[in-house]
């Protein structure tokens, strides 16, 4: 057993005194790339909204929505990444009172594991529960 030891440490002292490295984390890249968000476009109960993820080109994802039109009543909305399962990433969900008419949220921006995600947003109009999900994003 002794032997065996020393076998591999002397082997770990080989490759550090050659400058081997004997291991290295693998980076990760998402996609889509950074600057080129994936969007989806609905319209509901009088405004436009756009739901978009982006990612940094390594493993953090965020989500954009912004709305317009002619609903200027003050709606919450909320946007979050959410993985395949439609679960939603943990700490990524972020929400605000904002104009209908005229308004941005971003999710938190969140480190994932490899995987494919989505952005999601979501508001509740006077009557109604409406949201929206973007094209899938990936991180590997």
């Known amino acids: 057993m002794s032997l065996r030891i020393s076998v591999l440490s002397g082997a770990a002292v080989l ?5 081997v490295t004997t291991a290295v984390p693998a980076s990760a890249t998402t996609y889509p790339p950074p600057g080129q968000p994936l969007c989806q476009n609905v319209y509901v109960d009088g405004l ?10 390594g493993s953090t ?7 317009s039109g ?4 003050n709606i919450t909305l909320c946007a979050e990444i959410v993985d395949i399962r439609q ?3 943990p700490g ?3 929400c605000a009172v ?3 008419s005229n308004g941005t949220v971003r999710s938190n921006p969140v480190s994932v594991d490899p995987g494919t995600y989505y952005g ?10 409406y949201s929206s999900e973007t094209p899938p994003a990936s991180v590997s």
């Open 120 to 129: 999601m947003s979501y508001f509740t109009s006077s009557t109604s529960y």
């Open 48 to 57: 436009n909204v756009r739901t978009c993820v982006q990612g940094d080109g």
């Open 61 to 67: 994802l965020q989500a954009v929505v912004t709305t």
């Open 92 to 94: 990524s969900r972020n």
């Open 70 to 73: 002619t609903n200027s009543a």
């Open 87 to 89: 679960n939603a990433v």
């Open 98 to 100: 904002v104009p209908g």
């Open 15 to 19: 490759a550090a005194a050659a400058g």
